[in-house]
Every structure is written in structure tokens, then in C-alpha cells.
């Protein structure tokens, strides 16, 4: 069983950053894949990121160029930087595991609003 406990999410003006991070139990090393789901209202949750054990990454068109994720493993830790924010980039953020199964997180809230 894998767990998953995201952090870093909150209110933060148009133009700012966050740092979102996703806590996992076990060695994240043996996990075939992480990334980031999110899910704003009345939308469907949607793939914003994704690195895979071969440090091989996906970014959704939307935040190409804004965001990146990366993988500290001696921490157990996966991460999403968030650059240059938008409106539209308000979500509730999910952190995921591929490891045999797909493991989700319970989710973290992104305002993006001034």
C-alpha cells in the first residue's frame, strides 16, 4: 500500500509561484511513474505532469514552460514548481504513484486570484 500526502498548496496571486510537494511511502525509486493531477470546478481531472523512474517527464500543453516537476528519491519526495500562475490554473492538485496500481493523494487547493 502506497501513500501519498501532498502539501504547498494555497492562495497565491496571478504572476506568482508555488511549490507543491508530494510525501510517499516507500522507495519512490520503484515506482514506475509520479505526477500531478488536477481538477478545477465543474471540469475533468486532468494529467498536468508526469516523470517517470526514468526521469523521462510529460507536461500538458497548459503549462508547458511554467511548471516543472522533479523527484528528490533519497526524500521520498516528488515536486511541482509552479511559475507564473494563472486564474485558470486554479485546482485542487492531485499527487499520483504508479507502482503495480495507481495511488492517489488526497489533494491540495490552488487559488490563483488577486
Known amino acids: 500500500q502506497v501513500q501519498l500526502v501532498e502539501s504547498g498548496g494555497g492562495l497565491v496571486q496571478p504572476g506568482g509561484s508555488l511549490r507543491l510537494s508530494c510525501a510517499a511511502s516507500?522507495?519512490?525509486?520503484?515506482?514506475?511513474?509520479m505526477g500531478w493531477y488536477r481538477q478545477a470546478p465543474g471540469k475533468q481531472r486532468e494529467l498536468v505532469a508526469r516523470v517517470t523512474n526514468g526521469d523521462s517527464t510529460y507536461y500538458a500543453d497548459s503549462v508547458k514552460g511554467r511548471f516543472t516537476i522533479s523527484r528528490d528519491n533519497a526524500q521520498n519526495t516528488m515536486y511541482l514548481l509552479m511559475d507564473s500562475l494563472k486564474p485558470e490554473d486554479t485546482a485542487v492538485y492531485y499527487c499520483?504513484?504508479?507502482?503495480?496500481?495507481?495511488?492517489w493523494g488526497q489533494g491540495t487547493q490552488v487559488t490563483v486570484s488577486s
Open positions: 499520483i504513484a504508479f507502482y503495480n496500481e495507481l495511488y
Open positions: 516507500g522507495n519512490i525509486f520503484s515506482f514506475n511513474a
